[in-house]
């Protein structure tokens, strides 16, 4: 059996945030499978869907937010694998699907309540033009984000404090979504996930590590508005400029 220190306590994209999305994505599609493919698009456009005409996205629309449709591969992989030794989700011949249905209750946080109303947009979506083509349209957005991100010039002064000021705001609302993922994960361990985590030590963390992700994004919420109030002191016209995330 591996120890905690093979989980390693990550906010953002970490293991937690990861499996919630994904977790959200299948009940949301409950009796729907989808392979690991369609699954990276369909992580990535539930912070992104405004990319593809969908509700406002939740994370911040930068010049290189394509980089992160490259980068989640692992942190994918790694979440399904937890997901599937605790139950929550079934794969067969390399398609997941959830194993319970959205039970259409909001999270208690706006992060996790906008991944839900995306991921119930996409479903719409795929049922007016087709899983096929929905799926076809995701993956040239994705691709063509991707490219862009790679010659994205640097931005202007104005333009730096005014996504700095984007960036910390969708900061704060992921590390609350986190800190609400962080406790459903706990209440599944203790109830639900007991005997599996004895049997997948290798794959589900112990009880112990969503603590710790949960104390680390509350010390990260108090360093993150500290920047946001001092980035307003510095820039008062910002206060003004409207959110440009969820």
Same mark, same amino acid.
């Given at each position: ?70 980068? =989640?591969? +692992?942190?994918?992989?790694? !979440?399904?694998?937890? /997901?599937? @030794?605790?139950?929550?989700?079934? *794969? &067969? ?45 995701? =993956?040239? +957005?994705?691709?063509?984000? !991707?490219?862009?991100? /790679?010659? @994205?010039?640097?931005?202007?002064? *104005? &333009? ?87």
């Amino acid at each position: 059996m591996q120890t905690q220190r093979s989980f390693p306590i990550a906010t953002f994209n970490g293991l937690t945030e990861t499996a919630m999305r994904l977790l959200i994505i299948l009940e949301t599609h409950y009796g729907q499978d989808f392979d690991f493919e369609t699954l990276r698009l369909m992580d990535f456009f539930a912070v992104f869907s405004g990319d593809v005409d969908g509700p406002q996205s939740l994370h911040p629309v930068t010049s290189a937010r394509g980089g992160a449709y490259n980068v =989640r591969k +692992t942190s994918i992989a790694h !979440a399904l694998d937890f /997901l599937l @030794a605790a139950g929550l989700i079934s *794969d &067969e011949n390399g398609v997941y699907s959830a194993t319970n249905k959205d039970d259409g209750d909001p999270y208690r946080t706006r992060y996790l309540t906008g991944i839900q109303s995306a991921s119930a947009w996409m479903k719409q979506r795929a049922k007016q033009i087709g899983s096929k083509a929905f799926t076809s349209e995701m =993956r040239r +957005t994705a691709l063509s984000l !991707a490219e862009e991100s /790679l010659s @994205a010039q640097p931005p202007q002064a *104005d &333009e730096m404090f005014a996504s700095l000021k984007t960036t910390y705001e969708s900061d704060i609302l992921r590390l609350e979504g986190l800190q609400d993922a962080s406790e459903i994960f706990q209440s599944l361990l203790e109830i639900d996930l007991k005997a599996a985590s004895n049997d997948n030590g290798s794959v589900i963390p112990p009880f112990s590590y969503f603590e710790a992700v949960h104390a680390k994004a509350t010390k990260e919420i108090v360093s993150t508005l500290s920047l946001y109030t001092g980035l307003l002191k510095l820039r008062p016209e910002l206060r003004d400029t409207p959110t440009t995330t969820g």
